[in-house]
Each structure stands twice: as C-alpha cells, then as structure tokens.
C-alpha cells in the first residue's frame, strides 16, 4: 500500500476523532479533570444565562450567581489556566471565542424550541436553588445535558503508575467539534 493511503487513513481518523461526541471520549481511558469539570460548570451558566435572557428571569439568574459566585469564579480561573496551557499567546482569544459560541449554540437551541424552551428550562433555576455546596453543582452540571459547541477532555497521567505497555503520555488534550 502506498504512503498517500496511509497518510489519508490517518487523516480519516483524525477526523473521526474530531466529530465523536464529547459523550464518547468521555468513556475513553481518560478520567474527567478539573478543566473537564469547569466546562461542564462553564456550560450549566451559559445556559442559565440563556434561559433567563429569553424568559424574563434575570432575577433568579442574579440569585445562582450570587450563590455560587466562589465556585464559578474558581472554576473560570481553571478555564483560563485550561486555555492558557493550551493554546498559550491565543489563549483569551479562543476561551473568549469558546464562550461565545457556547452562548451562540445554547441560543439557537432556545430559538428552535420556540416557546417550549421557557417551559422546559426554568425549572433548572428551581434545581440550582436547593443545591447545597459547590460539590453538589458540580455535579449537576455533569448530569446536565448541556449543549456545548466544543468538547474539551484533558487527561491527566493516573495517580499510580501504570504497566509499561499502557503507559501513554503524562498529558494529551482533545478537541471536539461538533456542529
């Protein structure tokens, strides 16, 4: 077999790579990090901004930002340190274009839904109120199925050191398009 067909091989999976969901790497080899968790949490308040700008509900918008302002606050100083890491000179302009998007994506959804969307989304307010600490919206943010524009999986090297035949790199960073 020629060189060019393993190169277009290669090519072909990287791009399978880049379309699989984020749903999908998720169940790969790498355990979800800190980064993974402030866009989970990143995506939770984009889409309550979304929701409380197109239903009339900035007030309970002011009160989840009020009540978890330490926990969103730390999780976008991961954010940056994801995006400083990652993309170095052109971090703050790719975490500002992830943010845009993600508003963009969450929005076109709402705007699909129609008026539905008011109808299916307020009650997520109501769910983050009763939640008691940080942890706690941490995790509902990743039971959440929130639309993303990107999925970002940062794998870390395990806590144990692992056989010398399943050893990979210390860090590998994945990007996921979807569209």
Request: aromatic residues 8%.
């Amino acid at each position: 077999m020629s060189l060019s067909f393993w190169r277009a091989a290669a090519a072909g999976l990287a791009l399978a790579g880049l379309v699989n969901s984020g749903h999908a790497l998720a169940a790969g080899p790498c355990s979800p990090s800190p980064a993974h968790e402030a866009f989970d949490v990143q995506g939770l308040k984009s889409e309550l901004m979304v929701t409380a700008l197109s239903c009339g509900a900035q007030d309970k918008y002011n009160s989840f930002v009020t009540k978890f302002r330490p926990k969103l606050a730390g999780e976008e100083k991961v954010l940056t340190a994801y995006f400083r890491t990652t993309y170095g000179r052109s971090a703050q302009r790719q975490h500002d274009d992830y943010i845009t998007q993600l508003a963009n994506v969450q929005s076109e959804r709402g705007l699909k839904s129609g008026t539905a969307f008011c109808q299916q989304r307020m009650s997520m307010f109501d769910e983050v109120q009763v939640l008691e600490s940080a942890a706690d919206l941490s995790n509902y943010a990743q039971a959440k199925d929130i639309l993303q524009p990107a999925s970002y999986l940062t794998c870390t090297a395990p806590n144990h050191p692992a056989p010398a035949a399943t050893r990979s790199s210390t860090r590998s960073t994945r990007r996921t398009v979807r569209s």
